[in-house]
Structures are given as structure tokens and as C-alpha cells.
């Protein structure tokens, strides 16, 4: 048997691989973990920012004591499995008969339209539906299904993928891709997804994470079912959307999309830019250990380690140049239309440590543990809870973001992608050999999952969590930003919106802190 991540079964007849199972169970229980680490160099030409060399980099296996309080600080006291359960069965209660998952629970029957204080609101569907109970939005199907695959329900998450794999294909107005939303109730596979309530948006952003749930079905199965479907993003990420131009005439990251609204083949927004860089990051270390016939289905397409590795280099200039912030020390919001969208934002951390890595972030001149500790600065917020213990965890920006509309909130999707960067922060420096520090981020990685628990003991709430502290009423608008999208408001007022993306962040906490924008499992 040839000794290559990926072995030859059934190549020819449909490119469904399986790894090598020998191979598969030495890397399992090998005491050494590879990685790639950016080379620490002053960055000049854009390609050399991603320049990566394989490395083997030794775990400590210092004990700690017992009676050590950072060590206790790292244990959850509540029951990880019964959490498991519960979420599984808010996921099954959001699954329609067709595979796809709703975004949300137990939303107000009314749509609203209005702004500036005045609003109307107008029933849907006899009252009978809320107005996001019936909607599946992309980024929300991404997180779902890597939640299944976690789960082991493969199957489950295929009658998610596999849709929008067809999906993607088809002609919109001259164009392909994924629109941001569509909805549950579409009768496929008798016909086409349906458009969901975000309208013809097709965003860089949603799509890239249905290429990460195509990469961790990949991590996880070993298996390259979906291998083609993220090469074609990646192509049409690189044929379809603009790039941001330097002065020096090198490309930078890449624009948002198409859709009504402003002109988004003009705006270059930070959160995707980071799920692009991960995306190639992934790939790279897929395309890195793949079989010589793996790697001819990335030569079809014209995709290979060089050039994931140039395009790295230009988005992470990007990242740098543009939209970082060094006398904050936080990320801005993106470049919209000839200016920088000032608003500082939480993901440019959370998913710069967890998708474009705390190695690569210190090789762009980016200190990430300085970065982790101005988001908690600016971006922390608490809440009260009815027994009066405060819990705390991120909004979305800093107050200049959103006052005075409404008070700081704890966002509930943004503090549990930051307990991935925690536990990521905890392992870059036990692969530097700093116990004390790894394990002060693993606490704080414990610590907010508690406190995520927390809330959702404290309104009984089985297998989910709201998206954010608060629950808008049938007719409250809460804007999430002065001028953005809206809080789900809810049905009733004492039952809190269900939301899975908030959930399914928790699942990825309370399942070792899973890391779904990296490749190697730690």
C-alpha cells in the first residue's frame, strides 16, 4: 500500500478518496505536531508574507499541579455530553424535510420596513410563520453542517452541502455562486433553492464558509467528495470579485460580491478577507500532504501550493497595509468606496487567530496576543443575568459603532468564535514553550464557555442560544450597528430567538475546542 495522505481507491471512477488508514492512525498518535510557521521577516514583496516552511514543533508535556488555579480554571463544571444532546436536538428541531437547517427559532410574524425611528410592520404568512424561522442563511448552513460532521452525522451534513454544491453552479444574472440566504421550505431536489429574505447578495463571505465546511468534511471523512467544489470557489474568487489594487500595482484582497445595496465590487471588507486567507491556508496544508493523484485534480483547475501561497502573501498585505490598525491595535471594518470603514470589528481578531493564525499574524508585524488584548479592551462587554451574577463576552465593535442606539451587548456568535482564539492563543504558545501562557488563554477560553453556559441555564434554554443579551419584542427594532442589520426580535417576550449560529460556536467550544478555519487537528 502506497504511504500518501490520500490512497488510490476508486480515483478514476469518482475522485471519492480515501485516506490511507495506516497512515491516518501514525499521525494520530505521533508526539510531535506539524505546522506551518510564516518565516519572521520584515514583509516587502507581498509574496514573501506567506512564504511557509514545514516545521515540527514539540508540545510541552510540563505537569502542572493540581492545586495549581490556573490548571482547575481550565475544567468546565457543567456536563459536556448533556450539552451535546441538547444542541443535537435544537438542530433536529431546525432541520426540514429537505436537509436544510433555519437560522433561527421562535422569531415575531412581522417583517418591518422603516428607518429612523419609524417603522412599520407587516405579517407574514397569515402570522402563521416568523419572519426568520423559514430562512437558511448560507454562513448559518456552513456552521451547521460542519456541527454535523463533528457529530459524526455525515450524511446530514451532505443533504446540506451537497444542494448548494449544485446551487453554486447555476447561472445567476451572468454570474454563479451562492446567494446569502435562501429558504427552508425549498422543494428540492424537485427544483432550484429557493431565494431567501437577503434578496441577490452573492458575498464572498458566506460562500468562503461553505468552502470551509467543505474543507473540514475533507479534514475530517478524508474523503474528496467536495475537493472540487472548493477549488471552483477559489476560482471564482479570483475571476469574479475585484481585487483591491496597491499603489505599487499588486493586487490586495478581494471585493465582497454583487447584489442590490451599494456597489460591492467596490467594497473590501475585513471579515472576508480573513475567511479568504483561511481558506487558502487550508487548502495550501491540504494540497501540502495530498497524493500525486490528489494533486492532479488541483492541477485541472489550475490551483497549486504556489499559488495559494502568492495569494496568501497579497491578502495578508492586505490585512496589514489596509485595514490594520496600529495605534488601536484592533482591525477596522474594510476599505468601502475610496476610504477605510473606520468601525473597529471583533472577527478581524477572532478569525485573524483562529483562521489566518497567530504565526502568520506575528510574521505580518502583528502581535497577537497585543491584538487579543486590545479587543478585550475596546470590545468586551457584560451582562446581568436574573440572579444577579455578571457574565461577560464581545459585542460586534467598540461604542462608537453603535451609540447611542442602544446599550453594549454580549454577542453570543462573536464571544464564542473568541473562545476559539483563546484556545488557539493557548496553543501557539505551548508550541513556543511557554506553559504559563498557554495555559492562561486555555482558562480564558474555559472561562467564557462558562459563562456562555451560563446564560443559558439561567432562561432555561435547552440546546441553543439567542444571538445576542437581548431580546427584542414582536415591534422593537434594535439595530446590531447605527445604520446595519437589525436583532431578531422575537415572538413572545419571555422566549428567547433561537439562533444557530450563536449554538453552533458553543458546540465548537464544548467539543474541544474545535478550530474549523485550520487544517491540522492540535
Not at 497512515?23 to 508574507?49: A, D, H, M, W
Not at 490528489?294 to 483547475?301: G, H, L, M, N, T
Request: with cysteine.
Amino acid at each position: 500500500m502506497m504511504t500518501h495522505p490520500f490512497s488510490k481507491v476508486d480515483f478514476r471512477m469518482n475522485r471519492h478518496l480515501v485516506i490511507d488508514a495506516a497512515l491516518f492512525v501514525l499521525l494520530s498518535i505521533s508526539l510531535t505536531i506539524p505546522c506551518y510557521r510564516c518565516v519572521q521577516k520584515k514583509v516587502g514583496n507581498s509574496s514573501e508574507i506567506a512564504r511557509v516552511s514545514m516545521e515540527t514543533v514539540k508540545i510541552s508535556t510540563e505537569k502542572v499541579s493540581p492545586n495549581n488555579p490556573e490548571k482547575l480554571s481550565t475544567e468546565v463544571s457543567f456536563d459536556k455530553q448533556q450539552i451535546r444532546e441538547e444542541i443535537r436536538a435544537f438542530l433536529k428541531s431546525r432541520t426540514q424535510p429537505n436537509g436544510l437547517v433555519a437560522s433561527f427559532a421562535n422569531t415575531s410574524p412581522y417583517t418591518s420596513s422603516g428607518d429612523g425611528g419609524t417603522y412599520h410592520f407587516y405579517k407574514r404568512s397569515h402570522g402563521k410563520v416568523g419572519y426568520l424561522d423559514d430562512q437558511a442563511f448560507t454562513y448559518d448552513l456552513a456552521l451547521a453542517a460542519i456541527g454535523l460532521i463533528l457529530e459524526g452525522r455525515v450524511q446530514e451534513a451532505d443533504r446540506i452541502l451537497s444542494p448548494l454544491e449544485e446551487e453554486f453552479y447555476l447561472d445567476k444574472n451572468g454570474s454563479s455562486g451562492l446567494f446569502n440566504s435562501y429558504l427552508v421550505t425549498s422543494n428540492i431536489p424537485l427544483q432550484d433553492l429557493t431565494l431567501g429574505i437577503d434578496g441577490d447578495r452573492i458575498h464572498a463571505g458566506p460562500t468562503l464558509w461553505i468552502a470551509i465546511a467543505a474543507l473540514n468534511h475533507i479534514k475530517i471523512t478524508r474523503s474528496t467528495r467536495y475537493l472540487e467544489f472548493l477549488l471552483d470557489i477559489l476560482i471564482w474568487c479570483r475571476t469574479k470579485l475585484n481585487y483591491y489594487h496597491f499603489a505599487d500595482g499588486q493586487r490586495g484582497g478581494i471585493s465582497m460580491g454583487v447584489g442590490w445595496g451599494p456597489d460591492w465590487s467596490q467594497i473590501f471588507c475585513t471579515e472576508h478577507n480573513v475567511d479568504y486567507f483561511s481558506v487558502l491556508q487550508m487548502t495550501h496544508d491540504l494540497y501540502r500532504e495530498a497524493s500525486p493523484e490528489v494533486r492532479d485534480i488541483f492541477r485541472e483547475k489550475g490551483i497549486d501550493d504556489v499559488w495559494l501561497q502568492d495569494e496568501m502573501g497579497h491578502v495578508g498585505r492586505w490585512l496589514r497595509e489596509v485595514t490594520f490598525d496600529p495605534k488601536d491595535y484592533v482591525f477596522r471594518a474594510g476599505y468601502a468606496l475610496g476610504h477605510i470603514d473606520p468601525m473597529r470589528v471583533i472577527d478581524g481578531t477572532s478569525w485573524g487567530i483562529a483562521g489566518v493564525g497567530p504565526e502568520n499574524l506575528q510574521a505580518l508585524g502583528i502581535d497577537p496576543e497585543k491584538l487579543m488584548e486590545s479587543t478585550e479592551k475596546l470590545i468586551m462587554a457584560s451582562y446581568t443575568l436574573p440572579n444577579g451574577k455578571v457574565i461577560r463576552g464581545f459585542d460586534l465593535t467598540d461604542p462608537e459603532g453603535y451609540a447611542p442606539h442602544r446599550a453594549p451587548l454580549v454577542w453570543f456568535e462573536a464571544t464564542g468564535q473568541q473562545i476559539i482564539a483563546y484556545r488557539e492563543l493557548g496553543r501557539y504558545f505551548e508550541r513556543k514553550g511557554n506553559p504559563e501562557k498557554a495555559e492562561k488563554y486555555k482558562a480564558k477560553a474555559t472561562e467564557f464557555l462558562k459563562y456562555m453556559n451560563d446564560f443559558k441555564e439561567a432562561y432555561h434554554l435547552k440546546g441553543c442560544l439567542p444571538y445576542m443579551s437581548i431580546n427584542p419584542d414582536v415591534y422593537q427594532v434594535v439595530k446590531t450597528m447605527k445604520d446595519d442589520w437589525e436583532l431578531p426580535r422575537a415572538k413572545y417576550a419571555d422566549v428567547w430567538v433561537g439562533c444557530i449560529s450563536s449554538t453552533m460556536w458553543m458546540l465548537y467550544g464544548v467539543d474541544d475546542y474545535y478550530n474549523p478555519m485550520k487544517w491540522r487537528m492540535n
